[in-house]
C-alpha cells in the first residue's frame, strides 16, 4: 500500500510499498547521491533476516544458472529440430499435459469458457465483461510465465477453491472425471 502521507521537509521516503513476503519498498522523492555516481531517485528495499538469506540464495541460484548458460552457449545448436520433432510428436500422441513454464501452450477459447464458467458459479454478479477480463488476464500471465500472478488474480476472484479450478483448466487440466473432485 501507498503511503503519502510524509511531508516534503522529511528526510523519510515518501511513499512505502509493503509487498506480499514481508518487504517494503520505498521510493525517494528527491534525489540522493549514491557512491561515486550523480544525483538521481532512490529506491531502497527493506526485508526480514529470513527473507533476506532466501533472497540471497535466489541471486546465488541465478548467478550459477547465468553461468550455466553461458556454458551452454558454447554447445552445439544442433537439439532445436529434435526439439521441435518431439513437441510435435507429443502433440500428435493427445498429450494434453500442462506446458511447462518455459513452453507455454496457447489457451484455447475452450479452456477459457469453461474457467468463466466455475469462475461466474461461485460469483454470479460478474457481468459477462469481468468475467472476460479476469479470465483473459489470468491467461496471458499464464502464457507469460507468470503462473502465481494468474492463481492470485483467479482467487480473488473466485475464492481459493473455484480460483485453483479455473486456473488448472486454463492450463488444460480438466479432473472432471476425478471421484476425488
Known amino acids: 500500500m501507498a503511503n503519502p502521507t510524509s511531508h516534503d521537509h522529511d528526510s523519510a521516503p515518501r511513499w512505502w510499498l509493503t509487498l506480499d513476503d514481508g518487504e517494503h519498498l520505498a521510493i525517494d522523492d528527491s534525489a540522493a547521491v549514491a557512491g561515486d555516481s550523480a544525483r538521481e531517485q532512490m529506491v531502497q528495499l527493506r526485508l526480514p533476516a529470513w527473507r533476506a538469506r532466501d533472497l540471497g540464495s535466489v541471486l ?55 474457467a468463466m464458467a466455475v469462475v461466474q458459479t461461485v460469483r454470479p454478479a460478474l457481468t459477462h465483461s469481468a468475467l472476460v477480463g479476469v479470465v483473459d488476464a489470468a491467461a496471458r500471465w499464464l502464457e507469460d510465465g507468470e503462473p502465481d500472478l494468474a492463481a492470485g488474480l483467479l482467487e480473488a476472484a473466485a475464492g481459493d477453491d473455484a480460483g485453483r479450478r479455473a486456473w488448472e483448466l486454463l492450463q488444460g487440466v480438466d479432473r472432471s472425471d476425478d471421484p476425488g473432485r
Not at 548467478?63 to 510428436?89: I, Q
Open 60 to 114: 546465488t541460484a541465478y548467478t550459477r544458472m547465468v553461468a550455466l548458460a553461458s556454458d551452454a552457449a558454447e554447445v552445439s545448436r544442433t537439439e532445436a529440430p529434435l526439439a521441435s520433432a518431439l513437441r510435435a510428436a507429443a502433440d500428435a500422441c493427445g498429450d494434453r499435459r500442462a506446458a511447462t513454464k518455459s513452453e507455454s501452450r496457447p489457451i484455447s477459447s475452450g479452456d477459457r469458457l469453461r
